[in-house]
């Protein structure tokens, strides 16, 4: 299990570490200006459904419907056909009315903005039809509990972007910007070629082609299966995505704001999502195909053993992660990005963006733990329902805190939706469950250890005046 969950983290940390040259040589290049914002607006839709599908929930709708079906060639060929032409329909729609779908992303941007950023989410969005391949190809390898090459692969969209970046780092900033969504499309197109050469090496590949010959012929007899997977499938989606929905929230609204915010909710976002990738999502992705196939056998106890094994490193390391983000948030914005364009007003305004967003760490990684109770379960329904709950704090959140905190307070707002989302994910795992997950040495030590952090890094902060010139 450990080792699985290892070759998750290491691959996501590879990645994770060149997206942060990425956003470095991006806040360099383009700063906190209406450029990187329109960039960041026109990759934001295609991000949201990449977040939505690549990072579990596709996953957790698709995998129990396939473990339990008989006829896994055409189930699979199936599902991928259907999907794949509507997400190939909707980007042609996109491509047509690309004004309309920019306005929806970023309602506060006046006319002329629309127009300027629209032929960028057009391009940007075709990178869906290439990560929603990839993520249909990535069930599969999880299936057979290959894990290396998802893993790792997400870091060629970076290195794309990144040559992109220094090819045209002199270029006039409108250039950089179109340079930058063909660099997305070639990172989708790298991914999916990964992916491709991972399933023809397990066998995969053969068999999702023999699925796809023998389709026209005999789709009755995955009638059933299929009926099972679409009932479940859309309340898998929005149960699993309310920190995504969350994030594209924070972005509508800090369109109203002064220009530069969209900026601000994405460096900090994207500094938040190291420790959500590199423990919690990475946990859940190895634990889940285990979970799964438990529960699908009636054997509850090995399911929380799975369960038991993981939950104390994940809630010490999401703590640890949480502590030294909040008393080190200004000094990492500073390191990261305050360089070029990016000026030490930007770094004051993305740090205090920063330090809300990573007040709601632990909750939104401990419910992605969770939440594989019910997907392995069958229980979407109950988790678009918490969602629902999760959304709507979030909504009332952002607008009571936009006034008086400006972009920090869209961030709290998604903390505070979090912490909801965490409390009824719970309630539906059942508390009396997460009692038998209670280990008074594990929290006694982990508490020591949080207090020995804090004194550590007050310290250093003290000794060397890293605050000064902040």
């Known amino acids: 299990m450990f080792k699985k969950i290892f070759t998750n983290s290491s ?45 579990g929930a596709f996953v957790q709708s698709f995998l129990p419907s396939y473990t339990k079906t008989r006829h896994k060639n055409l189930f699979a060929a199936a599902v991928f056909t259907r999907f794949f032409l509507i997400i190939v329909a909707l980007s042609l729609l996109v491509t047509l009315f690309a004004p309309f779908f920019t306005k929806l992303i970023a309602i506060g941007f006046d006319e002329q903005l629309v127009q300027l950023a629209a032929p960028y989410t057009a391009i940007n969005f075709y990178y869906l039809d290439f990560i929603f391949a990839v ?23 970076n290195i794309a972007l990144i040559t992109e970046l220094l090819l045209c780092k002199d270029a006039a900033k409108p250039q950089v910007v179109l340079a930058l969504s063909i660099a997305v499309l070639i990172g989708g197109a790298l991914q999916l070629s990964v992916h491709i050469f991972a399933a023809k090496k397990l066998g995969i590949w053969h068999r999702l082609i023999q699925g796809f010959a023998a389709l026209p012929r005999y789709a009755y007899k995955i009638k059933t299966d299929l009926a099972h997977f679409y009932r479940n499938f859309f309340p898998a989606i929005w149960g699993n995505s309310t920190a995504q929905i969350s994030s594209f929230l924070d972005t509508w609204l800090a369109s109203f704001l002064a220009a530069g915010s969209i900026s601000y909710l994405y460096y900090a976002n994207r500094i938040l999502q190291l420790p959500l990738a590199l423990f919690a999502i990475a946990t859940a992705t190895a634990l889940f195909p285990s979970v799964s196939k438990a529960l699908h056998n009636g054997q509850e106890e090995a399911a929380m053993g799975h369960l038991k ?15 030294g983000g909040i008393l080190l ?16 007003h930007d770094t004051i305004q993305a740090s205090a963006v920063l330090a809300m967003y990573m007040i709601g760490l632990v909750p939104y990684g401990l ?43 869209l961030a709290l707002g998604s903390s505070i939706a979090g912490f909801v989302l965490l409390f009824f994910t719970l309630k539906s795992f059942g508390f ?39």
């Not at 040589?25 to 991000?47: E, W």
């Not at 948030?329 to 030490?344: C, P």
């Not at 704090?393 to 952002?398: T, V, Y």
């Open 11 to 55: 691959g996501i940390l590879f990645s994770r570490i060149l997206g942060f040259v990425r956003d470095l040589l991006t806040a360099s290049v383009l700063g906190a200006s209406i450029y990187s914002d329109i960039f960041f607006v026109a990759f934001k839709l295609p991000n949201l459904f990449r977040r939505i599908f690549a990072e």
């Open 135 to 157: 993520t249909f190809l990535a069930a599969l390898l999880q299936y057979k509990e290959h894990f290396a090459t998802t893993a790792y692969a997400t870091a060629l969209l």
């Open 309 to 323: 094994k993981s939950f104390w490193l994940l809630l010490g390391l999401l703590l640890a992660a949480t502590v």
């Open 329 to 344: 948030a200004r000094q990492i914005i500073w390191l990261l990005f305050e360089h070029g364009s990016f000026t030490r």
């Open 367 to 409: 419910a992605k733990l969770f939440s594989l109770w019910l997907y392995a379960q069958y229980r979407q329904k109950e988790a678009a329902k918490i969602a629902s709950y999760s959304l709507t704090a979030n909504i009332l959140a952002s607008l009571a805190l936009i006034v008086p905190m400006q972009a920090a307070g």
């Open 432 to 470: 009396a469950r997460l009692r038998e997950l209670f280990d008074k040495k594990a929290a006694l030590a982990l508490g020591f250890a949080l207090l020995l952090e804090v004194a550590i890094i007050v310290l250093i902060k003290s000794f060397w005046r890293i605050d000064a010139h902040l």
